[in-house]
């Protein structure tokens, strides 16, 4: 049974600094592609960053490039997101997904194409 479990969310003040972990279980992470979603209140789930499960590639959204990072660690089956310079649009529930091993540009950032999802957790960025 696939399971994903969210934790790390929380608030922070405008230009500071947090960390996601995705405790995955049920599944072989790389062999999958696995990343971040985010909705905001009022708005549209997007996606935030994703890791290709073929070729490791990752893909960000405009919004995130050069802020935050995404990593996995294949041995813990966990998936990390590291979120620097945060800023009050950031606020959101980040939900872990997975999806299928093929994943490109076109693909990515639509939520249809990941099969799996977790409970989400809250960031909120405030001062």
């Known amino acids: 049974q696939v399971q994903l479990v969210e934790s790390g969310g929380g608030l922070v003040q405008p230009g500071g600094s947090l960390r996601l972990s995705c405790a995955a279980s049920?599944?072989?992470?790389?062999?999958?592609?696995i990343g971040w979603f985010r909705q905001a209140p009022g708005k549209e789930r997007e996606g935030a960053s994703c890791i290709g499960g073929d070729d490791g590639t990752t893909y960000y959204a405009d919004s995130v490039k050069g802020r935050f990072t995404i990593s996995r660690d294949n041995a813990k089956n966990t998936l990390y997101l590291q979120m620097n310079s945060l800023k009050p649009e950031d606020t959101a529930v980040y939900f872990c997904v997975i999806g299928p091993p093929f994943i490109n540009t076109a693909t990515w950032s639509n939520p249809r194409v990941y099969n799996y999802w977790g409970q989400g957790t809250q960031v909120t960025v405030s001062s």
């Open positions: 049920g599944f072989t992470m790389n062999r999958h592609s």
